[in-house]
């Protein structure tokens, strides 16, 4: 990005991000998110297909919960939405700001033919924001 204004999602997503399978633990997860500094992560399948998306606010109950009933951890496949919002990489950096105006999500998988390829946050749409305004 250096002395590129970013445009489009593709310019500022991290394409190298934290991911889950639908059998990973929920302690795992917890620890990953906590790990990746992250509100939520993409769940995936072994070819790194989008099928789900779960975040803190999905698991933090469940993790409660288990301290005080000693359980056996859940998987990712039993707490995860299946509906979940995605951009794609050619989206307008500006046009994603507004929609978060009305829609809420703090993580974005990035997805090109259902195939996760990156995720973009709240922060980096603001950082890129700060960054188009500095020029």
Request: hydrophobic share 40%; aromatic share 2%; charged share 25%.
């Amino acid at each position: 990005m250096a002395g590129k204004t970013p445009e489009t999602v593709r310019d500022i997503m991290s394409r190298d991000c934290y991911r889950v399978s639908p059998e990973t633990s929920i302690t795992t997860l917890a620890q990953g998110l906590a790990l990746h500094r992250l509100p939520g992560v993409p769940v995936v399948d072994h070819h790194d297909n989008l099928v789900g998306f779960i975040s803190e606010q999905d698991v933090l109950g469940k993790v409660l919960e288990s301290l005080y009933h000693d359980d056996e951890p859940l998987l990712v496949k039993e707490l995860m939405r299946h509906e979940v919002l995605t951009v794609t990489p050619n989206k307008g950096i500006t046009d994603l700001a507004q929609e978060m105006l009305g829609i809420k999500p703090k993580v974005y998988p990035v997805v090109e033919q259902r195939r996760l390829v990156g995720i973009v946050t709240r922060r980096d749409i603001l950082n890129a924001l700060l960054h188009v305004r500095r020029h």
